[in-house]
């Protein structure tokens, strides 16, 4: 073994509410586990500001406190948790191999993926200002905050739709602004939406910008202007929020071809468990999860994944 090789029991990949939550069992049950935090430590929620559906938290709590909590709690039974990302996996031999993007080498017995999905951004700069203070990704953790208010959904389907119908609920009006004239989503989802009262269909358009104020940190939404893709000709609507739902983009490119993965890239896990196609590489959250993706769902996958794994290590 070369000196920038080390060989470990356990390699958590992502430091999402799932990857954590594998450190905390599995550093319990003595795998001494690795944590590899990836490229945005803490994951999706640190992005978000306040979440409210994560049970314990009475009161709620921010996104940002709340990944700290878990990072405070897996380092508490000792995980081994480290800045830096995984760029080259082999799982062809045991123990699995793989590569930190500095060169290093980690030799594990077994490898629990939990790197999560990012949710694809319009493009547009101001979306990124706004982020957490007006723009969402997710109205089941943000919806609340904009009760009795006027939101835009971006998106034409499955998720925009559902979104839309959730924020319908609390909102005083929603918005769905699509770029062309026809919704991708499944009819029965499209036939609820327009029987929705509070839901007004924006066809054939894109947002160009959105507008709002800001005040040293303090900063609101007030207004999205769009563009029309047929006429170019813009508007500007007034509301309070901007939900974008075009889809999310699993962090799975580097299990292409070492795993098998669903057609949209996210990886395949057998029913009712975190095991992959590879026996003894675990995934938990929301790499293997495109229906709930929820914190608190992410939180018990990686339960499950450290079970699993530490079950598995007793057969090697
Ligand atoms: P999706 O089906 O890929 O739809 C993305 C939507 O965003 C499309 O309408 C697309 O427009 C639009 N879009 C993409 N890039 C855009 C951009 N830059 N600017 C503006 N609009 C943009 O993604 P999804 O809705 O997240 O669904 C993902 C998968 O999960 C689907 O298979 C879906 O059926 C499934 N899902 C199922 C359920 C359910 O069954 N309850 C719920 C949620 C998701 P175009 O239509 O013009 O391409």
């Known amino acids: 073994m070369s000196e920038n090789t080390e060989k470990i029991k356990c390699l958590i990949i ?7 939550t594998a450190a905390i069992y599995a550093a319990r049950a003595d795998l001494k586990p ?31 406190a709340i990944m700290e909590n878990f990072h405070k709690q897996a380092a508490r039974f000792g995980t081994d948790i480290r800045w830096g990302s995984i760029s080259e996996v ?9 590569k930190t993007e500095e060169g290093n080498e980690i030799l594990a017995d077994t490898v629990i993926i939990a790197t999560g999905a990012t949710a694809k951004w319009i493009g ?37 739709v559902e979104e839309a119908l959730y924020l319908a609920k609390l909102c005083k009006k929603v918005y769905l602004i699509h770029r062309r004239s ?22 054939n358009n894109l947002p160009k910008e959105i507008v709002g104020t800001e005040s040293g940190f303090i900063k609101s939404v007030n207004g999205i202007i769009l563009t029309n893709t047929i006429t170019a000709e ?37 029913p009712g468990s975190t095991k992959t196609s590879v026996n003894g590489v675990f995934a938990a959250g929301d790499i293997q999860d495109f229906h709930f993706r929820q914190a608190v ?17 007793c057969t090697i």
């Open 90 to 98: 082999d799982f062809t031999k045991k123990p699995f191999k793989l």
């Open 14 to 20: 992502g430091s999402g509410p799932a990857g954590y």
């Open 234 to 270: 813009e508007t500007k609507l007034d509301l309070d929020g901007v939900f974008r739902a075009i889809g999310h983009k699993p962090n799975s490119d580097i299990f292409k071809d070492k795993l098998e993965l669903h057609p949209n890239g996210y990886i395949k896990t057998q």
């Open 297 to 313: 769902t992410a939180a018990g996958s990686g339960c499950m994944a450290a079970i699993e794994a530490e079950r598995y290590l």
């Open 182 to 203: 026809e919704l991708r989503a499944s009819k029965i989802m499209q036939n609820k939406l327009f029987n929705t009262p509070n839901v007004e269909m924006i066809w």
């Open 34 to 64: 690795v944590l590899i935090q990836g490229m945005q430590p803490g994951g999706q929620l640190t992005i978000t500001t306040e979440i409210e559906n994560y049970p314990g938290f009475p009161e709620g709590i921010t996104g940002s």
């Open 124 to 160: 547009i700069e101001s979306e990124v200002k706004f982020s957490g203070y007006g723009v969402s990704a997710c109205a089941t953790c943000d919806g609340f905050f904009y009760k009795g208010k006027v939101v835009a959904v971006i998106g034409g389907g499955d998720t925009a």
